[in-house]
């Protein structure tokens, strides 16, 4: 067996699988989870043809990659982007109420900002703030006086974020009243309204792990302020957040920006979690078989946020795609929630329970003193909701704003385009096929057709060639792969001036 370490050729390191967007603008990363759920809690790995394969693990992405600048800076290796590395402001190493902005004080700020020695900072938007988004996180407890077992959906070896300040302020009363109260500001603003006419930023909690749209002054004044947020402020990249898709005239859409290939038309119907996962699992459309379920930040890239029902009649998302229409619980015409692969954890990432949805249409909330159903946290925001269930017994929703408990959501099928690797394409022409997948200790690569001289190589998760064989008017290729660490793999195989490749995983 030729086994390498690392393959150095600079034709195949460009091929990482941690690469695949090179070069592009709107590199999506990873969430970081790693953990396999059902609809309660962790399992081991399902395999392919099982309940429950086909979610946020078995397609990790791009692994997410940050470089501390050793000044106050963190550079995101995948995005491009610059950031503050906290969000303590007074620079006092207490993060507290005093760190906290009101959104006009946030983007006035940005211009002001030399961190770093830098003087180009800007107020994020919700695309590029959530670009830090992880969901190996864990939902704090709202009514909690410290964290427990919960774990922020952050990077918290780079970066410092901060939780609800429980003290009280020198105005006399506390500065927050939930330690859930963590929410950073972006520069989006809402193009239509919540919690019945308020002006509306969408922000990123990292404490609880959701965008929700945020009224810039609240209904209930903090110490007699308007709501006040966590800033990191960013730089570089401008170009990040922004689509360039392209009709393929085959009922797909590529995002030439991502990489990523979409379905224009959605499923048409309600589905619970594990259901959605099996029909993305199962689907066969425009010549390809690798449609899968997006990951929460895959979803995130193609919402619209300069659309939504009550201002362009429309869902949030480019007109290019085609959305469902529905009727909502005030009984008005709107759009689904589409699912991701994302299990939403709460006080521990061992619980399962929920998921990552991205309303599409109007965020809706019972909230009995504004009149009942009311959009309340705006077309765009993700929230979670159970895997499993019935709605019905929700009937004036959950939580403080009462959010909307569907259960059964709307799908949207992505696929990775392949126009770096042609990875996952369907190759009549090899006709390659890998068995057993999963593995765990001999694979075989079976070939219908060789052409020409061929080389095969794997690749492992951080795009690091691990095995080559030239095989040479092969047709069945058999490789021990023992000792090949438990996860996703890339079969690579070339033929003449073309390049085919499949996946396979190491139980």
Not at 48 to 58: L, M, P
Not at 85 to 107: R, S
Not at 226 to 247: A, C, E, M, P
Not at 465 to 479: D, G, L, M, W
Request: aromatic share 12%.
């Amino acid at each position: 067996m030729k086994k390498l370490i690392r393959f150095c050729f600079v034709n195949v390191m460009a091929m990482t699988l941690s690469a695949i967007a090179y070069g592009q603008s709107y590199t999506i990363v990873g969430t970081n989870q790693t953990n396999y759920y059902n609809n309660t809690t962790t399992i081991t790995a399902p395999s392919v043809g099982q309940s429950f394969y086909g979610q946020d693990a078995h397609y990790p992405g791009n692994v997410p990659s940050y470089t501390d600048n050793g000044d106050g800076t963190v550079t995101d290796n995948l995005t491009g982007l610059m950031w503050e590395q906290t969000v303590d402001k007074t620079g006092d190493g207490t993060i507290n109420y005093y760190d906290k902005m009101t959104y006009a004080q946030a983007l006035a700020g940005a211009s002001s900002c030399n961190t770093g020695g830098y003087n180009d900072w800007r107020l994020p938007t919700i695309k590029e703030l959530y670009s830090l988004a992880m969901f190996s996180g864990a939902e704090i407890d709202p009514m909690a006086t410290s964290p427990g077992t919960s774990v922020p959906f952050f990077n918290t070896v780079h970066f410092e974020v901060g939780y609800g300040d429980l003290s009280a302020s020198s105005h006399g009363a506390l500065a927050n009243n939930r330690i859930i109260d963590g929410q950073m500001a972006s520069s989006t603003l809402y193009v239509s309204t919540t919690m019945g006419g308020s002006v509306t930023m969408f922000g990123f909690n990292p404490i609880d792990g959701r965008i929700k749209g945020y009224p810039t002054i609240a209904s209930v004044p903090e110490d007699g302020q308007t709501k006040r947020f966590y800033i990191l402020y960013v730089r570089g990249n401008t170009s990040y957040g922004v689509n360039d898709f392209v009709n393929n005239g085959n009922g797909t859409i590529t995002d030439n920006s991502t990489g990523l290939m979409w379905l224009r038309d959605d499923n048409g119907t309600g589905l619970n979690w594990e259901d959605a996962l099996s029909y993305a699992e199962n689907f066969q459309f425009a010549g390809y078989t690798d449609w899968r379920l997006p990951d929460a930040k895959e979803l995130q890239s193609i919402v619209d946020y300069t659309r939504s029902p009550a201002t362009t009649g429309s869902a949030a998302i480019n007109p290019i795609f085609n959305c469902t229409q529905i009727i909502n619980e005030a009984g008005n015409a709107d759009y689904p929630c589409y699912w991701s692969n994302s299990t939403f954890s709460s006080l521990t990432p061992t619980n399962g329970t929920h998921a990552c949805y991205f309303s599409f249409g109007r965020a809706m909330g019972y909230m009995s003193f504004l009149g009942g159903w009311i959009d309340v946290h705006g077309a765009g925001c993700q929230r979670s909701d159970p895997k499993a269930g019935n709605p019905a017994n929700y009937p004036t929703g959950f939580a403080p704003q009462g959010d909307a408990v569907r259960i059964y959501n709307y799908v949207r099928l992505v696929r990775d385009a392949g126009n770096t690797t042609g990875m996952n394409k369907i190759k009549p022409e090899l006709n390659m096929k890998i068995y057993p997948n999963p593995a765990n200790e001999i694979i075989s690569v079976n070939l219908a057709t060789i052409n020409k001289m061929n080389d095969l190589l794997i690749y492992n998760q951080l795009g690091e060639a691990i095995y080559y064989e030239n095989i040479y008017s092969k047709n069945e290729i058999r490789i021990d792969v023992s000792d090949f660490s438990t996860g996703i793999y890339l079969v690579r195989i070339t033929d003449g001036n073309k390049a085919y490749s499949d996946k396979f995983i190491v139980q």
